[in-house]
């Protein structure tokens, strides 16, 4: 075998090797649960007082915080019948807009965004500058958003980055506005703002995403500036660390979405398991402990009520002592 092919053969298996590995793991007789972070934290001015974990250095780049679905590492999987769920709208990759509800759909239909037809909340802190009184610090701000028009924000692309999506657009847009003015404010040593200069640093940032309302196929519904803070309490790392964390491509459960185990642990009434691989139903012949039985049955498994089945004596007996 010439050397270019051993090559292309080790690319191949290289490209592979995730795929396996979550197959690996799905069909497996153990169960990787994966990594949940839920950060608690003391806070001080709105911000985190500490930092809750370690962050890894493709952590330290991402520069907003949203509470939007559009960001998702793992998309919904679609194909045949499927139910878009309350609160969402998914922009498919072919340019259609499913909203809540049922809907039927061929198969390898690939999903490009989700968005949320709620209000949503997205925090953004400039890198450190330096205020009117020198001192270096990280404005942040928080904006209050609606998308409108799901079609047009999930298939933005920013002409600066080539990055689809307007939400992303919308954060930019609030960081170089903080990064414009943070000049001009005068800071305390604990972060605090004036109130006058506050609300004059939150409409400035405010006119600047109303102007790109159309543009990007949203509604602006307000922003709040929670502060700008000396940079050496570094915020934007601690609030960073709220967010759950990166799962690396060689790490166990990457790729899995969080309930991929679900259909293990909610099996169907009688089912047998055929531990080591995959599961195996089997028609019931007699009942033992390998079987999987609630306890006890509800009597909708039966279609009939439960009965007692005593002697109608004992049963009188049973009653009067109760």
Sequence with gaps: ?????????????????????????????????????????????????????????????????????????????????????????????????????????????????????????????????????GVSVNAYAVAYIKVTDAAKSANYVDPESNNFDSERAAAKIVKRTLEQNVATISVGNSGTLLDATASALAAKVEAALKAKEGEYGISVEGVEIRGAFPSHLNIPDKLRALDPPLLLEHQAGHGLSADYWTDVLTPAFFQKYKYGNRKEVVTPATVSLEWNIPSPPDYHHFNELPRQTGEVAEAKKLAAAH
């Design 1 to 133: 075998m010439r050397l270019n092919q051993i090559a292309a053969l080790a690319a191949r298996q290289q490209k592979f090797r995730p795929f396996a590995l979550r197959q690996s793991i799905r069909f497996s007789h153990g169960l990787v649960v994966p990594y949940t972070h839920t950060g608690v934290a003391a806070f001080a001015n709105g911000v985190p007082a500490e930092q809750v974990r370690e962050l890894h250095p493709v952590e330290k780049k991402w520069d907003f915080w949203t509470s939007s679905d559009a960001f998702l590492g793992a998309k919904p999987t679609v194909g045949g019948f499927t139910q878009v769920p309350y609160g969402e709208v998914w922009v498919l990759e072919n340019g259609s807009v499913l909203k809540e509800g049922s809907h039927f759909l061929a198969p390898f239909t690939k999903v490009r965004a989700v968005k949320n037809i709620h209000t949503i909340s997205f925090g953004v802190v400039s890198p450190a500058l330096k205020s009117q009184d």
